[in-house]
């Protein structure tokens, strides 16, 4: 389908030459073009520009956008969308009292999903995962990062990723997929951690690569998961197989994880709801993306990440919704940006740039996706009728959606 936008009040984060990602001061800037044009031709964004010098063209379908604003769609770079069933149970043991890691100690949390998820079939697996997708395709989605982790056996563990893969295959959406095998210890190795490990390295990891099932490599580094000697491990062993890391850490505690993402050139470090100065410090000078994740905080009554403080020191930021069964029943990046600056004070420039090419750059896309630039993938959303960009964290909740375009295609 060949599409001319017109008439468009504002089209926001247009880069000509477009950064891999933006940092610090930076952020602040989110270039945009007022009254405004985008054509659309095989997916791609094929020429864009104002009003006053709209080219004569013919064969597009016109889609006029007039007190409408553009923007590229949503990068969610974090997310675990292939789960089995839901945890509403511990959202229940949390209200009367119980925090997330006493659930976990109890047998709740991720091993709780585990259960459910070995007891689901993959074509039923698949069934409620696509459901999710289509959700968060309306809500302006249109890359999502997708890990595994509520396996925790090989077989299901690739089972996960396989869903994830298909989920690809059938929906316009660009998926890149992580193998967390170390999100959790299950129940059977509880005692005997280091055979858990052994597992990951001798088994999983071998098959995850052989069958190309993933893109990227992750650990819950934290208290009662994986220590930063055993994620050291297992980031060593992953770049055997051209496993990049992106990391689960300082989500409840600061045990040095940052320092040992950074070494392992993680592509993003996520989470870091609790952050020190040697953690800041250690991702000065460094390639690694901070991904804040602000619904988790807000589920969970935990810290929301200081953004303001890493992009004061000079570090970019990229937001994403974290979207699973126990700490982020959703997966709404709108509500995402807003939250980020209602509760984490980003401005909404800084917001836009950090779920839009820093999300990009933390899933490893921003050549393709992130920005509106001649040649990259034509994956947009067309909000309705507002008075500005401000207007859309600033009314948290509403949705302000007209409508998303998926490589070219309306959703
Ligand atoms: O990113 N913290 C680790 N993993 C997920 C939550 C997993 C779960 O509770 O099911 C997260 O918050
Ligand atoms: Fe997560």
């Known amino acids: 389908m060949k599409l001319l936008l017109t ?115 993959e074509k039923e697996l698949y069934k409620q995962s696509a459901k999710r997708l289509e959700e968060v395709m309306k809500l302006g989605t249109a890359a999502i990062e997708i890990k595994s982790g509520y396996g925790l056996t090989t077989e299901t563990e690739a089972k996960m990723l396989r869903v994830a893969k298909k989920l690809e295959k059938n929906y316009p959406v660009t998926v890149k997929t992580t193998f967390l095998g170390a999100h959790a210890v299950p129940t059977e190795y509880k005692e005997k951690k280091t055979e858990y490990i052994d597992l990951i390295c001798n088994e999983m990891l071998p098959k995850v690569a052989k069958e190309g099932l993933a893109d990227y490599v992750d650990v819950f580094c934290e208290d009662g998961y994986f220590s930063v000697a055993e ?5 060593k062993e992953a770049q055997k197989y051209k496993l990049t890391p992106k990391i689960h850490v300082n989500q409840f505690n600061a045990i040095g994880g940052i320092a040992a993402g950074v070494k392992y050139n993680a592509l993003s470090v996520d989470h870091l709801e609790v952050l020190t100065d040697e953690d800041i410090e250690a991702l000065k000078g460094s390639e690694t993306m901070p991904v804040a994740l602000p619904s988790c905080s807000y589920f969970l009554s935990i810290p929301y990440t200081p953004g303001r403080e890493l992009i004061d020191a000079g570090l970019p930021l990229a937001l994403a919704t974290d979207y699973n069964p126990g700490s982020t029943p959703s997966g709404n990046m709108n509500f995402v940006v807003s939250t980020a600056c209602i509760k984490m004070r980003l401005t909404p420039e800084e917001a836009i740039n950090a779920a839009t090419i820093n999300g990009a750059y933390a899933m490893g896309i921003s050549d393709t996706h992130g920005s509106i630039t001649k040649g990259k993938v034509a994956s947009l959303i067309i909000t309705k009728a507002v008075p500005s960009y401000g207007y859309l964290p600033y009314s948290f909740g509403s949705n302000l959606i007209d409508s998303v375009i998926i490589k070219g295609e309306l959703v």
């Open 231 to 235: 994620t050291e491990r297992i980031l």
């Open 7 to 121: 008439n468009i009040q504002q089209l926001l984060q247009t880069r000509e030459n477009p950064p891999q990602k933006v940092s610090g001061t930076e952020m602040n800037q989110l270039p945009s073009i007022n009254n405004a044009w985008v054509l659309i031709e095989d997916g791609i964004i094929s020429d864009y520009g104002e009003m006053k010098n709209i080219p004569n063209v013919e064969g597009f379908k016109p889609i006029d956008c007039a007190g409408k604003i553009v923007m590229p769609a949503w990068c969610d770079s974090h997310t675990h969308i292939v789960y089995a069933g839901n945890r509403e149970q511990e959202f229940v043991d949390r209200i009367k009292g119980l925090s997330y890691q006493e659930i976990a100690k109890k047998g709740g949390g991720i091993v709780n999903s585990a259960k459910k998820l070995q007891e689901t079939s």
